[in-house]
Nanobody
Framework: QIQLVESGGGLVQPGGSLRLSCAAS????????MRWYRQAPGKERELVAG???????NYAESVKDRFTISRDNAKKTVYLQMNSLKPEDTAVYYC?????????WGQGTQVTVSS
């Protein structure tokens, strides 16, 4: 059974940084594309960043040049480094793993950007 466990969320002031981690188990991690999504109150879940099994990355326009996604296949972990955080980045951040048509989700971690 695939498990994804996010960590690293919290309260940070505008302009600050956080690093989210998503530890995976129960899967051949290196074969999976990994993504971070977020959902703010009253809004739909949106894609933030993704990284393929080969290491290619893509980002939402709203986070380009501020967020960096990376993966450590040996640790079965994907990271999201978030810099220059803004209040509009406040959301629950979810980790997603995909291989062909198989998709799994973590439980989410809250990120709040506020002074």
């Amino acid at each position: 059974q695939i498990q994804l466990v996010e960590s690293g969320g919290g309260l940070v002031q505008p302009g600050g940084s956080l690093r989210l981690s998503c530890a995976a188990s129960g899967l051949t991690f290196s074969s999976y594309a990994m993504r971070w999504y977020r959902q703010a109150p009253g809004k739909e879940r949106e894609l933030v960043a993704g990284i393929t099994s080969a290491g290619g990355t893509n980002y939402a326009e709203s986070v380009k040049d501020r967020f960096t996604i990376s993966r450590d296949n040996a640790k079965k972990t994907v990271y999201l480094q978030m810099n220059s955080l803004k209040p509009e980045d406040t959301a629950v951040y979810y980790c997603n793993a995909q291989y062909l048509l198989l998709r799994s989700w973590g439980q989410g971690t809250q990120v709040t950007v506020s002074s």
